[in-house]
């Protein structure tokens, strides 16, 4: 398999080192328009072929995937337009917010390769993201060649087009909203006497064991919280103190206001 990734920017530099720290036999492309992240990545990395032509990178390819923010994905689009059109790859975007009727529109009528959105998250660096994917015309051996790729960042979950959004609030923005919480956490242990690197220690433990326990036992978060609080113990009351700031509400309403709106 052939890939080119266009964009080596924070989410395509994560994902071109989620796939080439899992699949390093697959022959990978990446461009980008400045050098300087490139020759991280071949530092990194040396089997990659690293260019500043989009059209190089994409030249042959089977799986392109476009890692450029959303307002620079059309003109990327429009330059690989007759590469596309000839070849047939799957076409990946990784733009949030950006649908299969609107790829659809910017390839023209007579371009109709397989389309893909597909939202990872930056944890895609480390093998650990949560990755959202829907595909429009993709053959089963496309859509198997795309899931193999982002389950090399992580895992992956195969829905409708209709949830890809719910997903991408869920889990691309909430990692963002996670690390937050985390932040605050640290914050809170500083005031209560640890020491700034002790506290970020102890939040990313805690966070990651959290994560664990549920995963391993498959409780539901309330479930473990009952676990862990007593009656008229300290738990409770943090959670009580939290509550009543409006936490569970400002999270929800955090997620709501996340959500692109409807066209």
Not at 47 to 70: R, Y
Not at 131 to 137: G, I, V
Not at 155 to 170: D, F, I, P, Q
Not at 197 to 202: S, Y
């Amino acid at each position: 398999m052939k890939i080119a990734i266009i964009g080596a920017g924070n989410m395509g530099g994560a994902v071109t080192t989620g796939i080439a720290s899992v699949l390093p036999e697959v022959k990978m492309t990446v461009s980008n328009p400045s050098e300087g992240k490139l020759k991280k990545l071949s530092e990194k990395f040396p089997w990659i072929a690293t260019t500043t032509s989009n059209t190089e990178a994409a030249d042959g390819a089977s799986v392109i995937i476009l890692a450029v923010k959303p307002w620079i994905l059309p003109g990327v689009v429009d330059e690989l337009h007759d590469i596309m059109q000839r070849d047939m790859p799957a076409v990946v975007s990784m733009a949030g917010g950006i649908g299969l009727d609107d790829l659809e529109d910017m390839m023209g009528s007579e371009c109709r390769p397989a389309l893909f959105c597909v939202i990872p998250n930056t944890a895609a660096l480390t093998g650990e993201s949560m990755t959202f994917m829907t595909h429009r015309r993709g053959s089963a051996k496309q859509v198997a060649d795309v899931t193999k790729l982002f389950d090399a960042c992580g895992k992956v979950s195969l829905v409708e087009e209709r949830m890809v959004n719910a997903g991408m609030v869920t889990a691309s923005c909430g990692i963002a909203f996670a690390m937050r919480y985390m932040r605050a956490m640290e914050q809170g242990a500083v005031e209560l006497g640890l020491r700034p690197g002790e506290a970020r220690k102890a939040v990313i433990q805690t966070i990651k064991g959290a994560a664990a326990l549920l995963e391993a036992t498959g409780a539901h978060p309330e479930d473990a919280i009952d676990a862990v609080t007593t009656a008229g113990g300290l738990t409770i009351r943090g959670l009580n103190a939290m509550e009543s700031g409006g936490f569970s509400a400002s999270v929800v309403a955090g997620m709501r206001a996340a959500m692109p709106k409807k066209k």
